[in-house]
């Protein structure tokens, strides 16, 4: 059976207290002890990181496994990283693209993902259960396999 990770892209260190009009007052921590509980609850493996180095976080994704599933927020490299897009195709894994607030009722660079199309889902304006619904999909996916 795969893992599920959970990547979290720049700036996302800073919820709780970035911005809370568009992001909420639940804190990373806060989202991340959620994530793990429910998936630990349900036997699954997870792995949640967060970076603010676009780098690193490809590193992240060339490590998956074919089995696993990725959750991922990418923040600002939503809108422009090919590279990012690039990583989550080669690797060949289901993914759902996550945001809290609605990028399509945002700013107009916002509304543009280059990530989406080579995800299997997006889940954006719900907060956090954005989160937490992405996950849902993910563990009905990792138990029918």
Known sequence: MGKI?????PNLN?????????????TLDEINN?????AY???IPI????TNFEGELIQWIHSMGPDDFLIINPGAWTHYSYAVRDAITSVQVPAIEVHLSNIHAREEFRKTSVIAPVCCGQISGLGGK????????????????
């Open 5 to 9: 990770w959970v990547l979290h892209g």
């Open 14 to 26: 800073l919820l709780g207290r970035r911005e809370p009009d568009k992001y909420g007052t639940q």
């Open 34 to 38: 959620e994530l793990l509980h429910k």
């Open 41 to 43: 609850t349900a036997g």
């Open 47 to 50: 792995q949640v990181e967060q």
């Open 130 to 145: 954005s989160y937490s619904l992405a996950l849902d999909y993910a563990l009905e996916a990792l138990t029918q396999k």
